[in-house]
């Protein structure tokens, strides 16, 4: 049951959500023209993005906690046996920090979309083809831990207990990647234009001149 939460969160469902869910949040305040606001205070862009960022590791956190929740809720319905005290945190573990790692792999995709002012749902749409390719890739021993949507999986020891996953997970490459990974989109927020999205929105509220004047 476990793993099949896993697996369902690699694919789709959780790069769509959270990444809905934070594109929103960022994309809102170009929407309603509030972001020019923000920029009047001495805070950077920069730092607001990153502070939008750092809050979808705290919601990718919770999410997975749901998650692991409603998963053992769903055991015990299913009247599933096997249960142990070990078993018990493992799935928390598991359930919780995949979120996150998955979370820290499409992090680029909201913070590129973020930063060049685009529609949120163009991250989500992205996100989903990520996340729909990952089943593509999962039969490889080399991309399968490069990936950033599967990276996490091998960090974690996604279904370790089958003999052909565990000699292709290599946790030290996983790590390597989504370090990688993380740098990237901390270079992208620290080089986002802080006055770009305000621009657009004062653009579209700009007043001509009258002639005469």
């Known amino acids: 049951m476990t793993e ?3 697996q369902q969160n690699m694919t789709m469902i959780f790069p769509m959500t959270i990444t809905l869910i934070i594109g929103y949040i960022i994309n809102r305040e170009i929407r309603d023209d509030t972001l020019k606001n923000l ?3 001495p ?3 920069s730092k607001i993005l990153g502070s939008k960022l750092l809050l979808g590791c705290i919601l990718s956190l919770i999410y997975g906690a749901f998650s692991w929740f409603f998963t053992l809720i769903a055991y015990k319905l299913l009247g599933l046996g096997g249960l142990t005290v070990k078993l018990f945190f493992k799935s928390f573990f598991q359930i919780t920090v995949f979120n996150l790692l998955l979370y820290i792999g499409i992090s680029p995709l909201i913070a590129v979309t973020a930063k060049s002012g685009l529609n949120h749902l ?3 749409i992205l996100a989903f083809v990520f996340g729909y390719a990952a089943m593509f890739i999962s039969g490889n021993k080399l991309l399968v831990n490069i990936y950033p949507i599967t990276a996490g999986g091998m960090i974690i020891g996604f279904r370790n207990h089958v003999p052909a996953v565990k000699e292709m997970a ?3 490459l996983a790590a390597v990647s989504l370090t990688i990974t993380l740098l990237i989109t901390i270079l992208i927020v620290q080089s986002a234009n802080e006055y770009k999205s305000a621009k657009k929105n004062e653009a579209k509220v ?3 001149p009258k002639k005469g004047w």
């Open 4 to 6: 099949q939460v896993i």
């Open 170 to 172: 290599n946790p030290v």
């Open 39 to 41: 920029i009047t205070v």
């Open 122 to 124: 163009m991250s989500v």
């Open 43 to 45: 805070v950077k862009y």
């Open 206 to 208: 700009k007043l001509r």
